[in-house]
């Protein structure tokens, strides 16, 4: 898309490369060595930009004491269980605004996407004690319910907007083919919308993944605490702070999540904007 | 067929009475099982008291940040633990939770006097109703480390607030890097501590005893003034808070601060030298204008509050729990080890306590400790922020002292008028 | 599964009979379909989000405090306190700098590095796939590394400009009211660049590169393919990534309150911070809802035309 031909082209691209390359990637440089220096080391007012001594003390630590092999297990599966649960009810929704024509089809769309911009933290006020109430405070279960608030509405966003670009033959062929509308959408539409559904996955299981407003409050249980407020609670808290050990527990937290995203980075690049590009 | 039946169902109802009453289980709400240094007290705190009775206690951890805006979620939804601890300065919030019990009609108020000092019992009162029970007692006030004193050759601890200004200089300019006086200056909830402290030893009330706002007085602004100069002459800094300030006075970087008496714990853990450090760890009077001033200090503490109107009954084993954790066995080593007094008659008079030299020097430092005036007013935490805001305008230099008084006057007038 | 339908049966089914009928009969069923699809969507909606909204709505019009067992009718004197206070002005004045900054940078550095990771060169792949680690890490260890980076004594940023003699003294970037907003919009972009960056990729991959080739036979620079072919493309990606990074924005809360807690004094008090701080540390749930819901008031007409034109252009 670039012409790099010219100098001046090839040092604007660099410089523009560096700068932002630093910006990203300098913070992760950091945490990552931070993660590995003794404490000594870490709280030196004049900081070190490589570790002087390599140390495992931070890792050995969370991954002993610190309980965030229980707490990455309790992350992934409601972070994975709420993804799957938006990913599919956004699916349905996505394609019935995008293919059905109903009244009030706009109106309830925009209102759903409208109700995103009221604060979180209010909506808790009676979250709370309706979890209570069915008995779901304090599971991973409702706290993967509660996270159909943070995702759901963009999700069926994303998805509408890729079904919108389904070409209608495509379904009317099926149709006159006899083909029930459910199965249409199973056979024929799913298939070909495998990417915009892995990203939309992604983004929903992102917004449990950092959530700390809710899992700080919905889990009070250390057996079913999730990753976030694990670090918060273990490594920096009012009484204690540990920096190395947060730092370890985020890298050793951070690796599955990596390994997924570039497996499914194909598909996610895709499928970002399947739905947005017309 | 019936007839078997019937023998069967009188049998199973017979055996049904004859098990011993089932056991109850207690829910203890407390902030104490977060913390990494707490888990194991806590945890043995509830065996011992479930191993003599044959009743469970489950612990319901929140972090102390989070623990008040959970129970008032609880209160709406009636899932109140039995037992809470909470932070006496708090008290007056919490008591406004209905399912909050008088202990008084519980155990009834001559076996509490004649277990609890006066002083102590009035922790745990809100309106006239014994609403808690003192759990450990203590001050904030200010301490110092010895080994940033030596480093800086401060030789005496400062009695007045000339000498201490004096002894502050002399770590600036001996100890790099350091923050001679880590003052609050970042969170509104600290910084009232401090504020509170300095404003009492320049002779203001901030809220005297009728009520009624006192802070653009000339002590006042002389209070603001002080605070000001140590942040211009660089003997305090910004973005402290509590825990950072553990942190620099446990790794030597900050010679005195105000905190609990659980300041040595946190000075040992943050030193990486374990116990041993404590006796680097000196309890003082807080500076006093003139010689021989009465040094200011805040009552603090934490109190055990009583949940549902079920355990109100001696014989329940939320009393029994709440009786276990006061009882000198399991209280006086517990208070000790958090810093802190044990606030019964027979703990305090129980020899570990007696022979304890940091709590002794700490009784000592804090003769005539003040209750905080902002805990018991119905919106604490709102008049609480708004004096961090107008305290932390002045420290950091966006308003003069007395513009921040002047404001704050306001602010706290139109306040109060609605509380 | 086994019900296959012959096309050529002579016994068509009814609606066959007419074109028009069948549309009729047809389109009703559809309709039915469709708005069944519909049912797990919105009863999760319903009932986790416009419940919950339905009833803040209703509290902001009591006084309900931690003092009441039962919220009390004030009528509209929330709202009256709460468009009086200057303390919620200057929120709102807050939240507008935060959300727009951080929405525009984080737009600009996405396409930015986007337009850089579409170039092809070695390590192209795995530098795009390093690239969603702020993304993934938990966001609560953002906010510690960014305060970390600004912090006024081990800060990073203190060390570098003291060793290189710009300062004599550490300074406390995070206790300047500008330096902390500074401070949370560069955390904010930070975790936002990486998702931004994966759609403007997607987006740059469908564009039509013999377009690209013609014009640049026309003799345009770099500048005028930027501008008149990239930037009309890429139109529909940027109004999506509008959109998200506004809900994203205006719903961030954990690295503010971790990296300033909403300081120095109230610089940097976006509206999330100011409910939470009303409703679960001065246990004012009436007052806290009514800062939401002139919120919601204020953001919704700009957000209905905004939203409904981008639906048009999809449709």
């Known amino acids: 898309m670039l012409d790099l031909s010219s100098t001046q082209a090839k040092i604007g691209f660099g410089i523009t490369a560096l700068l932002i390359g630093f910006f990203i990637f300098f913070p992760v440089y950091w945490l990552i060595i931070s993660a590995f220096k003794t404490n000594e080391e870490l709280y030196r007012v004049v900081p070190t930009f490589w570790p002087q001594t390599w140390s495992l003390e931070h890792f050995r630590y969370a991954l002993t004491d610190g309980g965030l092999l229980l707490q990455l297990g309790n992350t992934l599966f409601v972070s994975l269980g709420s993804a799957l649960i938006n990913t599919t009810m956004a699916v349905y929704a996505g394609y019935s605004f995008a293919k059905y024509r109903y009244i009030g089809r706009r109106p309830v769309m925009l209102f759903m996407l409208s109700a995103q911009m009221f604060p979180f933290g209010l909506l808790l006020i009676t979250i709370y004690p309706m979890f209570t109430g069915w008995g779901l405070l304090d599971t991973r279960g409702g706290l993967m319910i509660s996270y159909i608030v943070f995702a759901l509405p963009v999700a069926t966003y994303m998805l509408y907007s890729y079904f919108s670009q389904v070409p209608n033959e495509l379904i009317e062929a099926a149709r006159a083919d006899g083909a029930s509308d459910l199965r249409i959408l199973h056979t024929i539409v799913l298939p070909v919308s495998i990417a915009p559904i892995v990203t939309v996955l992604l983004y929903s299981f992102m917004w449990s993944w950092n959530d700390l407003l809710y899992s700080l409050t919905l889990i009070v249980s250390e057996d079913k605490r999730t990753v976030g407020p694990g670090i918060l609670l273990t490594y920096l808290n009012d009484s204690h702070s540990d920096w190395g050990g947060a730092m370890a527990a985020s890298i050793l937290a951070s690796i599955p999540v990596i390994v997924a995203f570039m497996g499914l980075q194909r598909f996610f690049i895709e499928g970002v904007t399947a739905g947005a590009v017309k | 067929m019936t007839k078997i039946t019937q023998s069967l169902a009188v049998c199973l ?343 304890d030299g940091y709590m002794t020097a700490w009784a000592e430092a804090a003769v005539a400790p003040r209750a905080n005036p902002i805990a018991p007013l119905s919106n604490g935490g709102a008049i609480s922020d708004i004096i961090g805001e107008e305290v932390q305008a002045a420290l950091l230099g966006q308003k003069t002292p007395q513009e921040a008084a002047d404001d704050l006057q306001a602010r706290l007038e139109e306040a109060l008028a609605e509380e | 599964m086994t019900t296959s339908v012959d096309p050529h049966a002579d016994t068509a089914p009814a609606p066959r009979v007419s074109p028009d009928a069948r549309r009729g009969g047809l389109k009703a069923a559809e309709r039915r379909f469709g708005l069944l699809l519909l049912v797990p969507a919105l009863t999760a909606f319903g009932v986790v989000v416009l419940f919950p909204f339905l009833e803040a709505l209703w509290l902001s019009f009591y006084e309900y405090t931690i003092a009441m067992s039962e919220p009390e009718w004030t009528g509209i004197s929330n709202f009256v306190d709460v468009l009086t206070d200057e303390a919620v002005i200057g929120s709102f004045v807050s939240t507008l700098i935060f959300v727009g900054a951080a929405t525009v940078f984080s737009i600009l550095l996405g396409l930015g590095w986007a337009l850089i990771l579409n170039h092809p060169f070695r390590g192209r792949s795995a530098l795009r796939g390093l690239s969603l680690m702020p993304w993934v890490m938990p966001a609560i260890v953002a906010a510690f590394i960014w305060g970390w980076i600004f912090n006024s004594r081990y800060g990073l940023l203190n060390a570098v400009a003291m060793e290189f003699g710009f300062i004599d003294y550490p300074q406390a970037y995070l206790s300047t009211p500008g330096g902390a907003m500074a401070a949370v919009v560069i955390a904010k972009v930070w975790l936002s660049v990486p998702l931004f960056m994966a759609f403007f990729i997607a987006g740059l991959q469908s564009m039509d590169r013999e377009q690209v080739e013609a014009a640049r036979v026309d003799g345009a620079g770099n500048w005028h393919v930027l501008m008149h072919h990239v930037l009309p493309h890429l139109r529909p990606v940027i109004m999506v990534t509008v959109v998200l990074g506004m809900i994203g924005n205006l719903q961030h809360f954990d690295t503010i309150w971790a990296l300033t807690g909403g300081g120095p004094v109230r610089a940097t008090t976006v509206l999330s911070i100011e409910v939470y701080r009303r409703a679960f540390e001065q246990w004012d749930i009436g007052m806290a809802a009514a800062v939401g819901v002139v919120w919601v008031a204020t953001i919704l007409p700009p957000a209905y035309f905004y939203l409904r034109q981008l639906m048009a252009r999809t449709e």
């Open chain 2, 13 to 355: 109802a017979a055996a049904a009475f004859a098990v011993p009453a089932q056991a109850d289980t207690v829910e203890f709400m407390n902030w104490t099982y977060t913390e990494d240094s707490g888990r194991d007290l806590i945890q043995s705190l509830m065996d011992g008291y479930a191993e003599a009775s044959g009743n469970e206690v489950e612990p319901i951890g929140y972090a102390w940040s989070d623990i008040n805006k959970n129970a008032f979620l609880r209160a709406r939804t009636n899932t109140l633990p039995d037992i809470m601890q909470v932070q006496a300065r708090f008290l007056p919030t919490i008591a406004n939770i209905e399912q909050v019990q008088d202990l008084n009609e519980v155990f009834g108020q001559e076996t509490l006097e004649a277990m609890i000092p006066a002083s102590f019992l009035a922790m745990g009162q809100v309106d006239g109703r014994q609403v808690a029970l003192p759990w450990i007692a203590g001050t904030i006030g200010m301490v110092a480390n010895q080994r940033v004193l030596d480093a800086a050759g401060v030789t005496e601890i400062p009695d007045t607030v000339e000498e201490f200004r004096e002894a502050l200089v002399q770590v600036r300019d001996n100890v790099p890097n350091s923050v001679p006086y880590t003052m609050a200056t970042k969170n509104n909830a600290s910084i009232l501590l401090d504020y509170l402290i300095w404003s009492w030893t320049f002779g203001a009330d901030v809220i005297d005893a009728e009520g009624n706002a006192d802070v653009n007085s000339p002590e006042g602004v002389a209070a603001l003034e002080f605070m000001v100069g140590l942040m211009n002459d660089r003997l305090a800094a910004p973005e402290i808070d509590r825990p950072d300030a553990r942190r620099l006075f446990g790794q030597e970087a900050s010679a005195f601060y105000f905190d609990a008496p659980s300041a040595k714990n946190f000075a040992a853990d943050f030193s990486g030298q374990g116990e041993d450090y404590a006796v680097n760890i000196i309890p003082m009077e807080t500076p006093t204008l003139e010689e021989d001033g009465t040094p200011a200090a805040i009552q603090w503490g934490h109190v055990l509050v009583m949940f549902n109107e079920d355990n109100a009954s001696p014989d329940s084993a939320a009393s029994g729990f709440l009786m276990n954790l006061l009882s000198d066995e399991v209280l006086v080593d517990f208070a000790l080890v958090k810093g802190a007094l044990p606030p019964t008659v027979s703990g305090l008079d129980s020899e570990e306590v007696k022979s």
